[in-house]
């Protein structure tokens, strides 16, 4: 079973960057994430990410685990 942040990062690798908070998540909608991990990325500061480690850092310590 792969981790949270090892499921995170295999939806957050198929979005064109740089990429705002509401267009991760709807790409990871239409990727089918799991409810659980759109949950996460609700959490996710309004912003401009330029890669999905930005977007890992920018997330709740315990999100981004």
Do not use: K, N, W
């Not at 198929?14 to 705002?20: E, G, N, Q």
């Not at 996710?44 to 310590?61: I, K, M, S």
């Amino acid at each position: 079973m792969p981790s949270p942040r090892g499921e995170l990062l295999r939806f957050l690798y198929h979005i064109s960057y740089p990429a705002t908070r509401e267009e991760i998540y709807r790409r990871c909608v239409e990727q089918g994430a799991p409810s659980a991990l759109l949950d996460r990325l609700h959490r996710l500061p309004d912003g401009v990410y330029v890669e999905p480690d930005t977007v890992l850092q920018a997330l709740p310590r315990e999100c981004a685990e």
